[in-house]
C-alpha cells in the first residue's frame, strides 16, 4: 500500500497549484483520502477529505472556495487543487487513506483515523 503525493511547489500569493495523490496496491473505491498540512512549528491539520464515493466533500474553514478536492478512480489519483494561494498555506501537504467500504459518504479529517500515508510535498507561497 504506497500514496504518492506530487505536485507542490513555489507559487506568488494569488496563483495556484494542483496536488495529486496517487495510490498504489489498493484501490480508491473502498478509501476516503484526507488531505493534511503542516507548516513549520504547527500541527499537521486537517484541509480537506473526499469519501471514497468522490460525493461527499469536507473542507476546513479556511480554505473554503479556494480548495477543491476530485477524485478519479480510474487513475487511482486524488486532487486537490488550490486556488488564490495565501502565504500562510505553505506547508508540507500530505495525502493519507481511510479504508470507509466501497463508495460510501463517510468523511473525517481526524489524523489518527488514517492509517495510510503518502510522503508529502512542500508548497511554498511569497508574498
Known amino acids: 500500500v504506497q500514496l504518492q503525493a506530487s505536485g507542490g511547489g513555489l507559487v506568488q500569493a494569488g496563483g495556484s497549484l494542483r496536488l495529486s495523490c496517487t495510490a498504489s496496491g489498493f484501490t480508491l473505491d473502498y478509501n476516503a483520502i484526507g488531505w493534511f498540512r503542516q507548516a513549520p512549528g504547527k500541527e499537521r491539520e486537517g484541509v480537506s477529505c473526499i469519501s471514497s464515493s468522490g460525493v461527499s466533500t469536507y473542507y476546513t474553514d479556511s480554505v473554503k472556495g479556494r480548495f477543491t478536492v476530485s477524485r478519479d478512480n480510474a487513475k487511482n489519483t486524488v486532487y486537490l487543487q488550490m486556488n488564490s494561494l495565501k502565504p500562510e498555506d505553505t506547508a508540507i501537504y500530505y495525502c493519507?487513506?481511510?479504508?470507509?467500504?466501497?463508495?460510501?459518504?463517510?468523511?473525517?479529517?481526524?489524523?489518527?483515523?488514517?492509517?495510510?500515508w503518502g510522503q508529502g510535498t512542500l508548497v511554498t507561497v511569497s508574498s
Open positions: 493519507a487513506a481511510r479504508t470507509t467500504g466501497y463508495r460510501t459518504e463517510i468523511l473525517t479529517v481526524t489524523t489518527n483515523r488514517y492509517p495510510y
